[in-house]
């Protein structure tokens, strides 16, 4: 249950103006940016207590649309329902609602509203005036393209809505909102289109959002760990996105996004591992070319994870397979190293990724400045001083440079890695195969709100293959994806359905 729900269920506000004023005040009593102003109508009887918290409103309209016209216009409000009167005759405000229960009223205050309490009456009036202040549309940093929309996701969910519904010109389009969070009492919104989203999807999402038991939801991944089905698995479930954009594309795909208030950061469901190789500029480039930079994400991918590894196998355990050559100048370069080749596999991944993140967290000058420092003064100060061989060098450096093309999976391709070094140090090229397959078993049995994370590799025919390795030309994307009811997208020359 949530905190004002439980805490203030009993209070009422009196009919007394000065009563149900104390009431809001003691309640707020260590809140310095509460503001209070009574005003007197013209009629000269009736009196009114406009509160609100500064900062959360819009001056302009709370000047314009309720003081002013609260000070000025005189209109018969004594006969029948005051707050009615105010509310239908008085007021400029585009939304307007009476209630006299003290937990809704704290919480449009503290989302933005006024609260307009009347002499008289136990009903209040609360005001739409929202006006706080947000960054403003921009680029998302870390989702940048070379061409195609270049808006962004802010802090304010109601203007991210906003933002998707403009992609969405159809009513369709469904946003219901929660709130979540004993304290904060978040406000989230669920947006799908209803004729192509599950209802058993939906209604399951808010199942497992409405039992979030926790003090407060400050980001989305407060939310992605409490809901998605693999709670400890290092592969993502739940995909992320600042850029309105790919959400609206996603719930043209049947799919369901989940906007959190204070975060510019948005989830989409079901996530497929497919995902996990899409650039948001695929689809805003020539297909071929899209097509290219997808299948070299997927080489990438293998190559991240398994270079350190099997050259570990090879240099340990399988010396024969490697061209004579080869194996010569390994072991040249090799001569007067102390580290055998596991341990300086692993000491050098762990450097990779403390330059790596420490370049991330500085400041953008700095960490541009330290990844050279880094990368060449130091890696080849230790090929000289033999600290570690330049063979081994070379290869955990192309391994973090491949990862770097898949940031989505940056978690699981550190673990992967490391593991697969253990796996090829121990048992060879014999613990690579193992370790390999107990990952590709694990990535066919996840599921993501009930549907198979490798749903797109079910039927694996032009259709549904058609945005997985490669991009086809949008004429022949004809079918959503197959886990979605209304799988065919378009028939003969584009009627769509």
Not at 54 to 82: A, F, K, Q, W, Y
Not at 102 to 112: E, F, K, Q, S, T
Not at 445 to 464: C, M, R, V, W
Request: charged share 20%.
């Amino acid at each position: 249950m949530s905190g004002l729900t439980t805490d203030y269920s009993g209070i009422k506000l009196s009919v007394n103006l000065d009563e149900s004023v104390d009431i809001i005040k003691n309640i707020f009593n260590k809140d310095c940016v509460l503001r209070i102003r009574r005003i007197k109508l013209p009629d000269g009887i009736t009196e009114c207590a406009v509160i609100y918290l500064d900062g959360m409103v819009n001056n302009e309209i709370l000047n314009d649309s309720v003081i002013r016209p609260l000070l000025t216009r005189h209109e018969d409000i004594l006969t029948g329902d005051i707050a009615d009167n105010i509310s239908e005759k008085i007021l400029f405000v585009n939304d307007s609602k009476k209630t006299d229960n003290v937990a809704d009223i704290l919480r449009a205050v503290l989302y933005g509203d006024t609260l307009l309490l009347i002499s008289g009456t136990t009903f209040a009036l609360t005001l739409n005036t929202k006006g706080w202040r947000t960054r403003g549309i921009s680029e998302p940093e870390d989702e940048r393209i070379l061409q195609g929309p270049r808006e962004g996701f802010d802090e304010a969910a109601l203007f991210n809505v906003a933002m998707i519904r403009r992609k969405l010109l159809t009513p369709d389009f469904c946003s219901e909102m929660l709130r979540v969070g004993r304290r904060t009492e978040t406000v989230v919104f669920i947006c799908y289109l209803e004729s192509l989203a599950d209802e058993k999807t939906v209604s399951e999402l808010k199942k497992r959002i409405q039992k979030i038991d926790i003090d407060g939801i400050l980001d989305t991944n407060y939310i992605a760990e409490h809901i998605r089905d693999n709670k400890h698995s290092l592969l993502k479930t739940t995909g992320t996105t600042e850029r309105p954009d790919i959400v609206a594309a996603r719930l043209l795909e049947g799919r369901i996004a989940v906007v959190v208030d204070g975060t510019p950061v948005v989830l989409t469901l079901p996530y497929l591992f497919s995902e996990n190789f899409q650039s948001d500029e695929d689809y805003y480039i020539n297909f071929f070319i899209a097509s290219i930079g997808r299948i070299l994400r997927y080489i990438c991918f293998f190559a991240a994870v398994s270079v350190p590894g099997i050259f570990v196998a090879l240099t340990t355990f399988h010396k024969q397979l490697l061209p004579t050559s080869f194996a010569l100048s390994v072991a040249q370069l090799r001569g007067g190293v102390p580290l055998s080749s596991f341990v300086e596999c692993i000491l050098l991944i762990l450097v990779f990724e403390i330059l790596k993140e420490t370049g991330l967290r500085m400041p953008q000058s700095l960490g541009h400045a330290l990844s050279i420092v880094g990368g060449l003064v130091v890696g080849q100060a230790a090929v000289e001083a033999r600290i570690v061989s330049a063979p081994m060098l070379i290869a955990v450096a192309l391994s973090g440079i491949s990862g770097l093309m898949i940031p989505r999976l940056k978690g699981i391709v550190f673990y992967l890695r490391i593991g697969l070094v253990f796996a090829c140090a121990f048992f060879g090229l014999y613990g690579f195969i193992a370790l390999s397959s107990l990952f590709v078993i694990r990535v066919f049995t996840l599921k993501s709100f009930g549907i198979d994370y490798t749903a797109s590799l079910k039927n694996p025919d032009f259709q549904h293959l058609k945005d997985t390795f490669f991009r086809a030309p949008w004429p022949s994307m004809k079918t959503r994806p197959n886990f979605n009811k209304n799988y065919i997208r378009s028939r003969g020359d584009g009627d769509e359905i």
